[in-house]
């Protein structure tokens, strides 16, 4: 037993508010993870931006080209990619959580927090055309997507309360799912954070 403030705790308050403690002082002594936000803040990049200034050439074209993708092959598995075209296309890859640290993905906290419970999965394209002043301009999209899990047959909600009443048929409408194998996945809207991160590794190209 312990007092403290005029309260009395027991022993079982006292070892509870302990491993309460544990999650803050692993917190403060452990290094800030790879994708810490604070590694990649300050001004935002332009999308697209500009790279390789100067008359564009076949060789800066290229080295464009190999540059962009270079930084993609780093978090995603390419679709065949066609320099003529300018435009590059990933695979679909399951976002990374907290509980894949060592993977780089998204740099913002909450969507990290968000990838660890939820199934999320992201896609990247990028264009890359001739700017009107020369260099190039390189723009970056990525897509999330959210996977359309089926409610468990086991779940307690569902069934209404009359049963005597018909059953009322509703309409559901499906917007744009894009189903691979027995997954159903729904577009949730871009992935600003991430794409910045990868414009910040693209710009470096010279």
């Known amino acids: 037993m312990g007092t403290r403030w005029g309260v009395t705790f027991g022993p079982r308050t006292a070892a509870i508010m ?27 990049i332009e999308n697209p931006v500009l790279v390789s200034p100067g008359q564009p050439t076949a060789a800066s074209y290229r080295e464009v080209f190999e540059k ?15 320099p003529y075209d300018g ?20 740099p913002d906290h909450r969507q990290r927090l968000f990838a ?16 009107e002043r020369g260099g190039y301009l390189v723009y970056v999209v990525v897509e999330r997507e959210l996977e359309d899990v089926p409610r468990p ?16 048929e509703r309409q559901v409408e499906v917007v744009s799912p894009e189903t691979t194998g027995d ?18 590794r693209i710009r470096q190209c010279k």
């Open 18 to 44: 302990g491993w309460a403690l544990v999650p803050v002082l692993a917190g403060c002594l452990s290094a800030p993870p790879v994708d810490n936000p604070a590694l990649v803040r300050g001004e935002p």
């Open 68 to 82: 962009v993708v270079d930084v993609l092959d780093d978090y995603f598995d390419l679709l065949p990619p066609n």
């Open 87 to 106: 435009r590059i296309t990933t695979k679909p890859r399951i976002a990374p959580g907290y509980e894949q640290f060592w993977k780089a993905g998204n």
């Open 116 to 131: 660890t419970f939820q199934s999320l999965r992201q896609t990247a394209t990028v264009e890359i055309r001739a700017g």
């Open 153 to 168: 047959t086991s779940a307690g909600a569902g069934p209404a309360v009359f049963q005597e009443l018909p059953t009322v």
């Open 183 to 200: 997954r159903v996945w729904f577009k949730v809207g871009r992935d600003y954070a991430f794409e910045q991160q990868i414009l910040r």
